[in-house]
């Protein structure tokens, strides 16, 4: 029989007592978790903390490529990661709408299992509430996370300067494209698929480089455009990107065109954006392809005095100007 | 082929501009310099994305044109829409039309405060809309050119046929070749070629513009919006002025044929009869406009629901109208990148997707 998540799941008796047990215990039970008390105790850091937290309402939570806890595992140990950390522990916040299949929620918290394991993270701490029906879409979940800072890095967007490389890890824009093809029931064979997915490694294997790197962020709601915007507004320094260095997989490519948005403002939910010293740009790149997750990193463009302005020199030879994107283009994308 | 690819690939971009500044130079060598006005607000938008209008010499001016049909839409249409929904009606409409500024409101506002506004990908969506909304009348703001004519038509045609009463279509469209004439006539601008709209081609096909070309000896060339065929568009249109052997020429072979698309203009004629049409900044065209015919006027929103389109009161300082005719770039405009922005649009061109001030606010402005 199919079950449902009912409101007694969150009232605290015994359906509560059953679905942590069931679902939450059984799968995150060891360490910290063990015995749920009310709070983690975690063994302290020699260096600085570095804590984030994030919430996941992506509409609809399954989406080619993953879901909501992908998302909720990566996005935070991805925050913590591009602010120059070794992520260690998630808390796991969710609120469950009546009515949500447990099946569902099973898929949903086995992908939080798989990828924290992935991640070398663990969940430490959390809470579950149920709301009724029409309270919220199906899952919400907030995840905090918590990692140590790693020696060397000095990231200070002031430290930028002209000359300075533009990095990016892999193909842009494919999670925002995979998730407005899923929304609107785009089904194109070879279309774009998520790239949610942990950027750590990448991050910990630039470490010797740390002098050099100046800027890292990982580039989700609003995308590269609004990244690069950010760096540059109100300053002396632009930037301009090359359009055919820009790496964009072939089926987001075409959704894009199709939908006639562009690519520069689409979220990413597993990619880097990165500056750095030119000395070390190509040493970097070579370590990142080493990766899966960095097969695809290019160099897309350099900083320069272009006062506050994003531009991209575009295919005919012409340049024309990268902005800040206007609204929400994309809603409840992460 | 690979289409993005192949008709973006910058070697074959490059080689083009290097032969379009050859063919600048044989013209300036003459002193002659060329304005080309490019009529389709695609065409502004994808110039303005792919960095094409500084690329050109100093002698070749590209001008932006009216075929924006939002921007060429009087304000007094949307004020009609915001009223026929505060009336409790369906609006169903294009994405564009929901932030454009009527005399007091958009609909996008009109919306917020709880009238029933959809945005549609496809007019099809108005025909869903009003099956599953019975005891409501369903409007779709049928704004647009020859190529939006034929599907919004065809929509209709098929309502009709499946015995929907409950929908019914506002009007406002306007035909690319009798604007060709007033531009030509206006006193003020000096348009010595056009390239013409890609798509509004595909429906109207070559033959549309030979009596123009035949009478005004001004090359008309037929250009998709990819950057590759712009520019081959452009150099074409050079080429044909270097010879002095201005004809239709037709850089779109693989969608736009000589005589159009048969069926949807036997559709569009089938309903729709021609109107001497106002257009914003540009004032009234003769039959530049398509009305319902009177045996449809069970589906046409003025008649069945007895309302007229008024002339709205734009915001006087707004210049959009200059705009449109090409004799002001959008920063010339005092309110451009000021008061008028596409986060607060003064006028239909800034919040347009197909509005040059909107063009050149994304992808030009300093």
């Given at each position: 029989m199919d079950e449902k998540i009912q409101i007694a799941h969150g009232s605290g008796g015994k359906l509560s007592s059953q679905l942590i047990d069931n679902e939450i215990v059984f799968r995150f039970?060891?360490?910290?978790?063990k015995g749920l008390p009310d709070a983690a105790m975690l063994k302290g850091f020699k260096n600085n903390i570095i804590f984030s937290t994030d919430s996941y309402v992506v509409h609809?939570?399954?989406f080619p490529g993953g879901n909501i806890g992908n998302l909720a595992v990566h996005g935070t140990v991805n925050d913590v990661s591009v602010a120059g950390g070794k992520p260690k522990w998630l808390s796991l916040g969710m609120i469950l709408e009546e009515g949500l299949p447990i099946k569902t929620l099973q898929k949903i918290l086995d992908t939080i299992k798989e990828s924290a394991e992935e991640c070398g993270v663990k969940i430490v701490t959390g809470d579950t509430k149920v709301v009724a029906?029409?309270?919220?879409?199906?899952i919400y979940i907030n995840t905090a996370g918590i990692g140590e800072a790693i020696d060397g890095f000095n990231l200070d967007k002031n430290l930028i300067k002209e000359n300075d490389c533009i990095i990016v890890s892999g193909n842009i824009g494919d999670h925002g494209m995979a998730v407005l093809s899923a929304r609107e029931g785009i089904?194109?064979?070879n279309g774009p698929l998520s790239d949610?997915?942990?950027?750590h490694r990448l991050v910990q294997k630039i470490q010797p480089y740390a002098d050099n790197i100046k800027f890292v962020r990982d580039?989700?709601?609003?995308g590269v455009a609004s990244v690069l915007n950010e760096i540059v507004s109100n300053t002396s320094i632009g930037a301009i990107l090359d359009s055919e260095k820009i790496p964009v997989a072939p089926g987001t490519n075409s959704i894009s065109e199709l939908l006639g948005?562009?690519?520069?403002?689409v979220a990413c939910e597993g990619r880097m954006l990165l500056i750095c010293s030119e000395s070390v740009s190509n040493d970097i790149l070579t370590e990142w392809k080493k990766f899966p997750e960095g097969k695809?990193?290019?160099?897309i463009g350099k900083i320069n005095n272009d006062k506050g302005r994003v531009t991209l020199s575009t295919v005919t030879g012409g340049t024309r100007l990268v902005d800040v994107p206007m609204g929400e283009l994309l809603p409840r994308i992460c | 082929m690979k289409y993005i690819d192949d008709y973006r690939n910058p070697d074959t971009a490059k080689f083009i501009v290097k032969d379009i500044k050859k063919s600048a130079k044989v013209l300036e060598d003459k002193n002659i310099s060329v304005n080309i006005m490019e009529v389709c607000g695609s065409h502004t938008m994808a110039i303005a994305r792919f960095g094409i209008r500084d690329l050109l010499p100093k002698n070749i001016n590209l001008i932006s044109g009216p075929g924006c049909p939002v921007c060429v839409t009087d304000s007094g249409y949307i004020d009609t829409a915001i009223k026929l929904a505060e009336s409790g009606v369906i609006i169903a409409t294009?994405?564009?039309?929901?932030n454009v500024p009527g005399s007091e409101k958009t609909l996008s506002k009109c919306r917020a405060e709880g009238c029933r506004v959809e945005v549609c990908y496809s007019p099809i969506t108005a025909i869903d809309l009003a099956k599953k909304n019975p005891d409501k009348e369903v409007v779709f703001?049928?704004?647009?050119?020859e190529t939006t004519m034929a599907p919004i038509i065809c929509m209709i045609d098929s309502a009709i046929k499946e015995g929907i009463k409950n929908i019914s279509i506002l009007t406002a469209f306007k035909l690319v070749p009798p604007v060709l004439e007033a531009l030509t006539a206006d006193p003020e601008l000096r348009i010595d070629a056009f390239l013409c709209p890609s798509h509004v081609s595909a429906i109207i096909?070559?033959?549309?513009y030979e009596p123009f070309v035949e009478e005004h000896q001004i090359p008309c060339v037929i250009a998709s919006f990819e950057p590759v065929e712009i520019l081959l568009g452009l150099n074409c249109i050079l080429k044909q002025i270097i010879a002095n052997r201005p004809e239709v020429e037709n850089r779109y072979k693989r969608v736009v044929t000589?005589?159009?698309?048969e069926m949807a203009t036997e559709l569009i004629n089938r309903y729709l009869e021609p109107y001497d049409a106002a257009w914003r900044g540009l004032g009234t065209i003769p039959k530049s406009g398509l009305k319902l015919r009177e045996k449809y006027s069970s589906i046409n929103t003025e008649s069945k629901l007895n309302v007229t389109v008024k002339q709205g009161k734009p915001?006087?300082?707004?210049k959009c109208g200059e705009v449109l005719k090409g004799?002001?770039?959008?920063?010339?405009?005092?309110?451009?990148?000021?008061?008028?922005?596409?986060?607060?649009?003064?006028?239909p061109c800034m919040v347009s997707s197909e509005g040059s001030c909107a063009a050149y606010f994304k992808y030009s402005r300093h």
């Open positions: 039970g060891n360490g910290p978790l609809p939570y399954e029906k029409g309270q919220c879409d199906g089904n194109i064979k949610t997915g942990s950027v580039p989700t709601r609003g948005i562009d690519i520069l403002s695809d990193a290019a160099i | 294009f994405g564009d039309m929901i703001l049928a704004i647009g050119f096909g070559e033959k549309a000589h005589d159009g698309n915001n006087s300082a707004c004799k002001i770039k959008p920063d010339e405009c005092p309110l451009f990148g000021k008061a008028c922005s596409p986060i607060n649009p003064i006028g």
